[in-house]
């Protein structure tokens, strides 16, 4: 069984074990009390230049427990004055370490959509993002069937929710869009190798048209890398390692914002961290 089989297999029992906690009928109420938002599209395709998603990210398969100077909460605020367009939260327990738990701190800490970034593979767990507050999810081309695919990727829709459609080659692209993606990610690291290809983005990105936003994967390691894939027309950067493990999370996210402004428009205002949404009263809460 290669790695990618081996982590949809692990999120089977996960999935089965939250689906004997919170039976489906309560969560729906619970997500049903959580507004969606609708315009993240904007947010992932604003004309200022390439934006930032940056991933709140405590291990992964390929590198083990990674080494974050601080927590979760910090992280993603910092991530947000650094300039980041949306927090990715990997929510997958045994190969990541995360949790709901982690959605639940990041998402009223920090005024920017959050992505729900996990191995999606029924509907409850479409249900459970909009619950613990994401309004983005991930729907991985390579794990799916294509009956599958398109059925999440429309009740994901029907819900108010964003799926963000990961691909890494040029049928899981025509996948992607044959079920109707509105935001193609395009990885770079091959789930059953783990390998990076720093080219795969600039190769896939012609088959991805105009109207569809485009994000690149993995494998950014500085303001070059987000230079090289502006040119190669993503629209966004997903980035988990390179800012999680940084001493300076905020900087570490405004440089690579700065690579990304398209010429001729202001550097990126980096200010000061906020105090994190949920300590900060009505009137200065922001609308996401
Ligand atoms: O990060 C891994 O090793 C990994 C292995 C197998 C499946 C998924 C994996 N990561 C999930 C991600 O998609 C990345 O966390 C994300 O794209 C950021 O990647 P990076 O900037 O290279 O940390």
């Known amino acids: 069984m290669d790695l990618l089989a081996r982590m949809v297999d692990s999120v089977h029992v996960e999935l089965r074990e939250h689906k004997q906690r919170v039976p489906m009928r309560l969560l729906v109420q619970q997500a049903l009390a959580n507004p969606a938002r609708r315009d993240v599209l904007s947010a992932l395709r604003a004309p200022d230049g390439v934006q930032v998603i940056a991933e709140v990210k405590r291990a992964s398969p390929s590198q083990g427990a990674l080494p974050l100077r601080t927590d979760v909460v910090t992280l993603a605020v910092g991530y947000q004055s650094g300039g980041a367009a949306a927090v990715s939260v990997l929510t997958q327990r045994q190969h990541f370490c995360g949790s709901l738990a982690d959605l ?123 230079r090289a894939l502006a040119a190669a027309g993503a629209d966004a950067v997903l980035v988990g390692t390179h800012v999680a493990t940084s001493s300076d999370p905020r900087n570490a996210v405004a440089q690579l914002v700065a690579a990304g402004r398209r010429k001729g428009d202001a550097p990126p205002d980096v200010q000061a961290d906020p105090p994190p949404r949920s300590h900060r009263s009505g009137a200065e809460r922001l609308s996401w």
């Open 104 to 226: 639940d701190v990041v998402c009223p800490a920090v005024d920017v959509p959050v992505l729900r970034k996990d191995f999606i593979i029924d509907e409850y767990q479409l249900w459970e993002a909009r619950a613990h507050g994401a309004v983005l999810v991930l729907l991985i081309v390579a794990a799916l069937d294509q009956p599958t695919l398109s059925t999440l990727v429309e009740r994901a829709h029907a819900m108010g929710l964003t799926a963000l459609v990961e691909t890494h080659d040029a049928d899981e692209v025509d996948r992607a869009l044959d079920a109707g993606a509105q935001v193609i990610g395009v990885n770079a690291r091959d789930l059953r190798t783990l390998r990076v290809s720093p080219d795969r983005f600039a190769d896939l990105a012609p088959r991805i048209p105009e109207g569809v936003v485009r994000v690149a994967e993995s494998g950014v390691r500085g303001p070059d890398d987000v």
